[in-house]
């Protein structure tokens, strides 16, 4: 556990919270103390994160090639597998997989649409657009 | 009663782990003073299991803790507390209704919440888990007060917020749980409740036939990290052992994976009792956590540096080994000890 915050995360909003901490003293005692965490847990949580974005990325970059429907994006950017989402918009795993296609997006009815923009917290415009 | 203004007199209190806080300030609330480590231990939090057909955020999933509310359900059962528990509601609506009813009576209630949408939560933390607990306590309007314990201070969140969280969907569904206690009775029989939580925790930790879970878990693991190397490549190994650390370390455990929490729980309990052998095992225990720490930094190297790793696999799960056999010491005295 470390006083000061933030040297490793690259997101300057990460890593500004202070939490309470156990730890074990030689001589047999238990201490509570509240800070920060270790940079040996940070790298760890940067390390996920940066998988996460660039995940995040290629997906985008997939979408905007025209290789991907929006679907892909935006389940990267909520952090789930298609088996998430399954359970997430109640669509079944191999229709959520099928709708990844652009072809097949774009013939989406409404109601699947809406399916997917609740379970992204998104409006349904925001979904057919990829910034 | 729309609109009227609810505050209950509720001390929030800071904690290393989310429900066991929870379930310690409750306790406290009803005027029972009972400390994290000690709702921590009765609960029976302490677990071990390793499961490498699931995967949580793309990494081999693994847990420190017991099932999500098993350290209410068996703290309160173990000290023969009336409480309640709702496992799941119907409609999300009247999931809302039943905690505005449980504030206006003046009852402080816990709430299984997920965390990926939980709008004050570090945002670092903010990935797809259900198993996260925090205690609502007020109602202001259309803001509910809610004491989350990995905070420094109790929050405020909105209606809408609140039934999205308690409503979140995925593995472990919330499906708007929640739970409270009804009356404590003042005389209750602590040390028969210490007794069968620490028999419960030997017998989880030990003797399941089941060769994923406890400490036989922790061998699997280990045998599982050394073939990570050869079988995914360097990226993907580093990226697998990041996923021991941030179970053990990131996700609100108080340290080395629950191992500092349950070995303050051995000390207090030592000397409540006026037991030399626990507090013997919570020098194990205090041992063994410290070696899990040991075990983060060393891995946290390999982390840091993907493709070059610097440290040997081999050596880190040798070292593994070493801690399951340490643990497995410690809960082989547990199981001796008569409090």
Not at chain 1, 93 to 119: C, D, I, M, Q, S
Not at chain 2, 82 to 107: C, H, Q, Y
Not at chain 2, 295 to 319: H, I, Q, V
Request: proline share 4%; charged share 25%.
């Amino acid at each position: 556990m470390e006083d000061e915050s933030n040297p490793v995360y690259k997101n300057q909003a990460y890593g500004q919270f202070r939490e309470l901490f156990y730890s074990y003293g030689s001589n047999g005692t238990f201490e509570k103390r509240v800070g920060f965490h270790d940079e040996s847990d940070r790298v760890t949580l940067q390390q996920a994160w940066d998988l996460f974005n660039e995940r995040i990325e290629d997906a985008r970059l997939k979408v905007k090639s025209g290789k991907a429907s929006p679907i892909l994006y935006y389940m990267e950017k909520t952090l789930v597998t298609p088996m998430d989402l399954s359970m997430h918009a109640g669509i079944m795993v191999w229709r959520v997989k099928r709708h990844l296609k652009p072809k097949v997006f774009n013939r989406l009815h409404e109601n699947t649409l809406k399916k997917y923009a609740e379970a992204f917290n998104i409006t349904i415009e925001q979904l057919k657009n990829v910034d | 009663m729309e609109k009227e203004n609810i505050i209950i007199d509720y001390k929030h209190r800071q904690a290393g782990h989310c429900e066991s806080g929870a379930t310690s300030n409750l306790f406290n609330f009803h005027g029972v003073e009972m400390s994290e480590p000690m709702a921590f231990g009765i609960g029976n939090g302490l677990f071990f299991s390793y499961l490498p057909f699931l995967k949580l955020q793309y990494a081999p999933m693994m847990s420190f803790r017991n099932l999500p509310n098993t350290v209410f359900h068996r703290s309160t059962k173990y000290l023969g507390v009336d409480a309640t528990v709702i496992k799941n509601f119907k409609e999300p609506k009247e999931s809302m209704a039943a905690l505005d009813r449980n504030l206006e009576k003046g009852i402080p209630t816990g709430l299984q919440v997920g965390v990926f949408n939980l709008t004050f939560f570090p945002p670092e933390y903010r990935m797809h888990y259900n198993m996260h607990n925090l205690v609502a306590f007020g109602k202001e309007g259309d803001n509910y007060w809610v004491s989350d314990t990995v905070m420094e201070l109790p929050q405020r969140i909105s209606s809408e917020d609140l039934q999205r969280v308690r409503w979140a969907k995925g593995v472990f569904a919330p499906k708007g749980k929640m739970y409270w206690i009804n009356t404590i009775n003042n005389n209750m029989d602590v040390k028969s409740a210490v007794e069968r939580a620490i028999k419960k925790t030997v017998y989880e930790m030990l003797k399941v036939p089941f060769p994923l879970n406890g400490v036989k878990g922790i061998h699997w693991l280990a045998k599982d990290l050394k073939k990570w190397p050869k079988k995914h490549g360097n990226e993907t190994a580093s990226f697998y052992l990041g996923q021991i650390i941030r179970m053990s370390e990131d996700f609100g455990t108080g340290g080395a994976g629950f191992r500092y929490i349950y070995g303050a729980f051995l000390k207090e309990t030592g000397e409540k009792f006026n037991n030399p052998e626990l507090i013997a095992a919570s020098v194990m225990m205090g041992n063994v956590a410290n070696h899990w720490r040991e075990f983060t930094y060393l891995s946290a190297r390999n982390c840091k540096n993907r493709s070059k790793p610097e440290e040997d696999y081999g050596k880190l799960s040798n070292m593994l080994h070493e801690i399951a056999g340490m643990e497995k010491e410690v809960y082989q005295k547990l199981d001796k000890i008569k409090i």
